[in-house]
């Protein structure tokens, strides 16, 4: 009997509204991507390119560092005399280009460095792999000379030609520094680029960086320089406009780039879609010669526990050199996948025509006929989609339109079942997992205040970080680690509650919860603290549990910074979130890497230390370091939870120690902490130590 009052005026009213206002939502979700929808458009797309059909690739051929080869051979790494039997051996096949998936940064011997380099010029076609470094912790204890060394050596492969006439106006992701070869490797190669592969969140390869900027030069990739031999082609082009990187040419042929110069992969199928020539097969030569003659043969471990695994969208891990020889066989075949930016805008109109039709038909036809018109478009659309996928190469969203498409016929439905909303319990509804209750209480209460806007407030801000996640994420497999995962916040965010904090968000493995919004709380940098040592306790629990269960050990580190902030809803008009912004935030961040440095697990600013009096623990001065953006030193303090310092009686002896450092003499120092280690095993000591050694060591 409800749906006999469909063609009611009032609701049908009602519905048009809501589905017209649903589908500017949509529109705007569409442009501000939020994760859970960005996340499932990529799964789905996974999903499309899976259903692709492929033909097995026949212009690459992996030489495989296999099991087999590894029982032969002895255990990785091989001596550089082997490797040069294998160019050898290559070359005498009439491989077309040769291509180490391999890193040669460090030296083995004369002889083995000379007897390679010597093949390598034999062959003439020989492709090697640099690597540039994106995160701060891998230059950090890197000697500049090296740095500049390998600038100066990676500088000849850069892209010489420029076109379009424009400066890019964007900023583009650089690296922070970059290895290369060693210089008699690295001049014997025909070419070199970059072999850095970049996950999406998600931790899945989907696409990856062709070109790269740094110190105002455009790198080619590996993969890049690998086609351009094979083509024949003298160089390569980039076209840049203000937005970015437009287009790369290699000769004649045309590679369509991302504004930052990466490339979706066209996988040419799961695992083991590539012809596969053992490396001791081919040393002994019982490799098949078709599989090498004219090919580009390029050599990668595919040895379980040596090699550089990766997840794809066919799901698992599987070895990089397969992502590197799908990249390679794409850029030669020509076949792309590509997602211009032209085809936002399609989306976007799309999106509008499609909830356009539904808006005007839904509040006027039955639930059957509704619900077989949405599941149409949705169907059709998809549908529709794949194809384009399939002969255009052009992935076009599917899940914004779907859902679009479902959401509105529930929409509509709803509001004839129901008519209205409670607006309180929807509030609570969408804020209980992310505040206290006594913020959802005072929201729910006042609901005029999720307005965009913001004011400034002094407050505490707490950064916590897995340590080596990305060890910890390649030892285990997604599920595993997504259940882990799963506890591990869940318990953290149980302690920022207990304390009134609020969790802002979390970024990948990183946790970040503010003290003192949006509800005001005088003691918040206290409650930061205390939430900070209930964390660590809560993870020697899970530790434990997961000991018992045969999982890794996880080890966070935390940096906690209370100043002034710029907190309130911060977005557009239609799609906010409740942050905060400012320099200490910026500095919280910081000091839980500082954590690295020093081998702590609790970090405190000057700020918060001097806010806090007797949170349960001991509390010492760590060291006075200059961040990046700041021009004066910060003290740092480490808050030492009983749990890792369960009789710090040595504490007095460490601030003597440490008062040497600051106005004393830092080889008196340098004992006092030295003795201090041996004594304590204490980091922090230790790494005082070698900073008193290093300034002693200049001359004064």
Known sequence: MLFRAWGSVAPARLATAVCAALTVGWILLF?????????????????????????????????????????????????????????????????????????????????ADREFARALSRAGNVVLGTVFLLQPDEVLHLDPGRLRAAQLAIEPQHIAVLRGGATPTRPLPEPLGALANIPGLQRAAAASGHVNVVADVDGVVRRVPLV???????????????????????EVALELEEYGIADLALGERHVPLDEDGRLLVRYRGPAGSFDTVSIVDLLEGRADPALVRGRVALIGNTAQGIGDMRVTPYGGVVPGVEIRASLIEGLLQGDFLQRPDWLELVDASALAALGLLLTVLLPRIGVAAGGLLALACAGGYVLAADRVLESQGLWVSVVYPATLAVTLFVATALVYYFFAFSEKRYLKLAFQRYVPPAVVDDIARDPGKLRLGGEKRELTVLFSDIRGFTTLSEAMDPEALVRLMNRYFTAMTERVFEQRGSLDKFIGDAVMAVFGAPLADARHAEHACRAALSMVAALGELQSQWREEGLPRVDIGIGINSGPVIVGNMGSVDRFNYTVVGDAVNLASRLEALNKTYGTTILVSD???SQIGDVGCPVREIDRVRVRGREQPVSVFELMPPSRYPAPDWLEDYRAAYVEMREGEPARAAALF?????????????????????????PR
């Open 212 to 234: 790269m900027r740094w110190g105002g030069r455009y790198y080619p990739s590996f993969d890049v320089q690998v086609a351009r031999l094979y083509l024949g082609a003298a």
């Open 607 to 609: 700020s918060t230390r």
């Open 31 to 111: 442009l501000t991507k939020p994760p859970l929808l960005e996340d499932l458009e990529r799964r789905v797309y996974d999903l499309r390119l899976q259903r692709l059909p492929h033909v097995r690739p026949t212009r690459v051929t992996i030489a495989a560092i296999d099991e087999r080869s590894l029982a032969a051979l002895g255990r990785w790494p091989w001596s550089r005399s082997i490797l040069a039997r294998v160019a050898d051996r290559l070359r005498e096949l009439g491989a077309r280009v040769i291509a180490f998936d391999v890193f040669f940064p460090e030296s083995e011997s004369a002889g």
């Open 674 to 698: 030295d003795e201090l280690h041996a004594r304590t095993r204490d980091p922090v000591c230790a790494y005082h130590a070698a900073a008193c050694r290093s300034m002693e060591a200049v």
